[in-house]
C-alpha cells in the first residue's frame, strides 16, 4: 500500500492561483490512475480531476478549463494547479490512489479556501 500527504493549501482570493502537492510514499510509478477530489462544506467527497500513468486526463466540468491535474512519477508526486479559483472551489482536497472498484488510499486532505 501506499501513502499519500497533500500540501500545498491555504488560502487564496478570488481569480487567484494555488498549487496542490501529493506525496507519495515509494513509487507511484506503478499506480495507474491517481485523483483529486474535493469536499466542500455539507457537502459529498466529489472526484474533481483524474490522471492515468501515461497522461490521460479527466476533469469535473465545474473546474474544466481552470484547473491542471499532472503527475511526475521520478519525484513521486501528484500535483493540481488551481488557476482562475472561484469561492465554490473551497473545500478540503484530498489525494487519491484510484482502481476500477474504488478508491485504495486517500491522503489526509489539504485546506482551500477561496475568498470573494
Known amino acids: 500500500q501506499v501513502q499519500l500527504v497533500e500540501s500545498g493549501g491555504g488560502l487564496v482570493q478570488s481569480g487567484g492561483s494555488l498549487r496542490l502537492s501529493c506525496a507519495v510514499s515509494g513509487s507511484i510509478s506503478s499506480i495507474n490512475v491517481m485523483g483529486w477530489y474535493r469536499q466542500a462544506p455539507g457537502k459529498q467527497r466529489d472526484l474533481v480531476a483524474s490522471?492515468?500513468?501515461?497522461?490521460?486526463?479527466g476533469y469535473a466540468e465545474s473546474v474544466a478549463g481552470r484547473f491542471t491535474i499532472s503527475r511526475d512519477n521520478a519525484k513521486n508526486t501528484l500535483y493540481l494547479q488551481m488557476n482562475n479559483a472561484k469561492p465554490e472551489d473551497t473545500g478540503v482536497y484530498y489525494c487519491a490512489e484510484m482502481q476500477d472498484w474504488g478508491i485504495s488510499s486517500w491522503g489526509q486532505g489539504t485546506q482551500v479556501t477561496v475568498s470573494s
Open positions: 490522471i492515468t500513468s501515461n497522461g490521460q486526463t
